[in-house]
């Protein structure tokens, strides 16, 4: 039988196939950065060095080191898809509850608009309608009310957060 000189093909998955570089050697850091790029994995991308440096000051098991990193790589997808939700809300300027000056109009309860600052209301896919005059604040509150709301509704959302102009 002879030896065959080809490489070896690419790792085949269910996602699709990436190589990693045969021979490491001493720097695994293409390694690492090939996969994560091909994984998706931006967050372990850019900290995992910070990662295995604090892991091998404290001595870690490599459970702990994995566990770490993994979790380091969920909080920095919650906070991405975070900011994807109110971009994606399509707002045609920011706006934020907190800045909205309740003493100016007080025929708005800020305790009514405190409750709907809970996602229970868009994810049961019941509407908002306010009603005023021009220069009452209904669209700051609006914009306030979905960049709030936003970052905290379910990944599926049967209803979409967006504002009909």
Known sequence: MTQSTTPTPATTGRWGSFSLPGQRGPNPSEAIDAACRSLGLSGIRARWD????????EQASYADFLA????????????????RRVKEANFPRPKRIEDFDFSKNPNIPQEVINTLLQPAWVQAG???????????????????????IAPRLAAVSATPLRRTW
Not at 50 to 57: G, H, P, S, T, V
Request: charged fraction near 30%; aromatic fraction near 2%.
């Open 50 to 57: 910070e990662f295995a440096a604090q892991a091998l000051r």
């Open 68 to 83: 770490d990193l993994l979790e380091s790589e969920c909080e920095d997808g919650d906070a991405r898809r975070k900011v």
């Open 126 to 148: 019941n509407p908002l309608c306010l009603i005023g005059d021009s220069g009452t604040g209904k669209s700051h509150l609006l914009i306030g009310l979905g960049t709030a």
